[in-house]
C-alpha cells in the first residue's frame, strides 16, 4: 500500500520476478572469477580480463538493443532475456559436468549475460513506467532497493556455502534456475501491452541514428545530463577500486576471508536502511534536496578506505566507511531512479535507459583496467586514496536546481523537435 493505495497485482509480480532473480544473482556473486581460480587454475591478469572484458564486450554488443527493445512489447523482451540469461549460464555447470568449461566459454557467457542485463533492464524501467502512476514510482523504485540490498546482504554467504558443499558451479545452477522462476513470474503478470508506434510505420528499419538516441537525449536534457556524468563516474570509481581494496585486505594487511566477507556484507544492512527512508525523507524535504543531499554525502566515504590498517579497528573502519557509502546509496538510487523515468519520455525510455548502462559498464571495465595498472605502479592503497579524492569532487556534477516537467521540456532541444 502507498498512501492508502495498492501498487496492484501485476506490480507484486513484477517485484516478486525481481526478487527472485536479485537473489539468484547474489548467490552467483564472483562465481565466474572463483570458477575460474579453482576449476581453470586461472591467473589474477585472466580474471580481471573475465570481468572487464565481459562488461566492455557484453556493452558494445547491447548498443543496438536499446532502439529494439524501445519499439516492441515490453514483457516479451524481458521473458526472452530472462530466458537467455538462463541458457547461457545452464551451459556453465553442463560444460563443467562432462568436462569441456573452458576460459573461453566463461568470456563469452558473461558478455551473453552482460547484453541480456542491459535489455533487460531497459525493457523493465519502461515496462514499470507504464505500468505505475507517476507518484508511486519512488515507492517501486524503493521496493527494488530494499530487495536489491536484502539479496546483498544474504546472497553472497549462502553462495560461497554451497559452493563449498556442493561445488563450484552450485550457485551458477541456481542464478540460472532463477532467472527461469523471474520468466514465469513475468508471464503472470497478465495485461494487454500496446505495441509501440515508431516513425516510418511498423515495418521501418532500425536507423543507425536510432543507435544514438538515448545518447542524444541524456546530452541534450539539462536536468538529466549532470545526473548521467556523475552517476556513471561514481558507479566506476565505486567498482575500479573494489579489486584493489580486496588485494589489499586479504594481502598486505592479512585479513581473513570470512573477514573480508563480514566486512562487506554487513554495512549493506545500510542499504535497506536508506531504501526505506528515501520515501520519507522526500514527503519531508522535496526530492531535489534529498537527491543533491544523499549524492553530495555518498562522495565523502571512499577516501576513508585508503587509511585501513589490520586488526579489529582496521575492520570496523571499513566495515563504518562502507555502511555511510552504501546507505546513501541506498536513499540516493530510488529517488534518482523515479526522478530518471518522471524525467524521460515513454517513447525514448528503453533507449535512455539502455544508453545509460552501457556508459556505466564501460566506464566501470576502462576505470577498473586503469586502476589495476595505478596500483601496479604506485600500490593498491595510493590508488584507492587517488579514487576517494575523484569522488569528492563528483558532486559538483549534480544538478543545483530542480527543473520542472514544463521547463524540461522548453529548454530540451531533443523534446522540443518531436
Not at 547474489?26 to 572487464?52: C, K, T, Y
Not at 559436468?97 to 542491459?118: C, N, Q, R
Not at 573480508?260 to 524535504?285: D, K, T
Request: hydrophobic letters at 55%.
Amino acid at each position: 500500500m502507498v498512501g492508502g493505495r495498492p501498487l496492484g497485482r501485476r506490480f507484486g509480480w513484477l517485484w516478486a520476478a525481481y526478487a527472485v532473480s536479485a537473489f539468484g544473482t547474489r548467490l552467483a556473486f564472483d562465481a565466474f572469477a572463483l570458477i575460474a581460480i579453482l576449476v581453470l587454475h586461472a591467473g589474477p591478469a585472466e580474471v580481471s580480463a573475465l570481468a572487464a572484458a565481459g562488461l566492455a564486450v557484453g556493452a558494445a554488443v547491447a548498443v543496438p538493443l536499446g532502439p529494439w527493445v524501445e519499439f516492441r512489447r515490453k514483457r516479451p523482451v524481458m521473458i526472452a532475456m530472462d530466458l537467455t540469461r538462463c541458457a547461457a549460464l545452464m551451459s556453465v555447470p553442463a560444460a563443467y559436468a562432462v568436462g569441456l568449461l573452458t576460459f573461453t566459454h566463461l568470456l563469452v557467457v558473461s558478455v551473453v549475460v552482460g547484453a541480456a542485463d542491459i535489455a533487460f533492464n531497459a525493457a523493465s524501467g519502461a515496462f514499470l513506467k507504464a505500468l505505475v502512476r507517476p507518484e508511486d514510482l519512488l515507492v517501486a523504485n524503493g521496493r527494488f532497493e530494499s530487495t536489491n540490498w536484502t539479496a546483498t546482504v544474504l546472497g553472497p554467504p549462502v553462495g560461497t556455502a554451497a559452493m563449498g558443499l556442493f561445488g563450484p558451479v552450485t550457485t551458477v545452477a541456481a542464478d540460472a534456475v532463477s532467472y527461469l522462476l523471474s520468466a514465469a513470474g513475468i508471464r503472470a503478470i497478465g495485461g494487454g501491452e500496446p505495441r509501440p508506434v515508431r516513425a516510418g510505420g511498423p515495418g521501418a528499419r532500425l536507423r543507425p541514428a536510432d543507435l544514438l538516441e538515448g545518447w542524444r537525449f541524456v546530452l541534450a536534457h539539462p536536468a538529466l545530463r549532470p545526473l548521467f556524468f556523475n552517476t556513471v563516474l561514481v558507479s566506476g570509481l565505486i567498482m575500479a577500486t573494489s579489486p584493489l581494496l580486496a588485494v589489499l585486505m586479504l594481502g598486505d594487511l592479512g585479513f581473513a576471508p570470512w573477514q573480508y566477507g563480514l566486512a562487506f556484507g554487513l554495512p549493506c544492512l545500510g542499504g535497506i536502511l536508506g531504501s526505506r527512508l528515501a520515501r520519507p525523507l522526500v514527503a519531508r524535504f522535496g526530492r531535489h534536496r534529498v537527491m543533491l543531499t544523499a549524492g553530495t554525502l555518498r562522495a565523502c566515504w571512499s577516501l576513508g578506505l585508503a587509511f585501513v590498517r589490520p586488526g579489529a579497528a582496521g575492520l570496523v573502519l571499513v566495515v563504518a566507511v562502507e555502511f555511510g557509502l552504501i546507505a546513501c546509496m541506498g536513499v540516493f538510487t530510488p529517488v534518482f531512479a523515479a526522478y530518471r523515468l518522471d524525467r524521460t519520455p515513454a517513447d525514448r525510455v528503453a533507449r535512455t535507459l539502455s544508453a545509460w548502462s552501457v556508459s556505466g559498464k564501460v566506464t566501470i571495465a576502462a576505470l577498473t583496467g586503469l586502476w589495476g595498472l595505478l596500483a601496479g605502479a604506485v600500490g593498491p592503497r595510493t590508488a584507492i586514496a587517488v579514487a576517494g579524492v575523484l569522488m569528492l569532487i563528483t558532486p559538483v556534477l549534480l544538478p543545483r536546481h530542480d527543473l520542472s516537467p514544463r521547463q524540461d521540456h522548453e529548454r530540451d532541444p531533443a523534446r522540443s523537435r518531436t
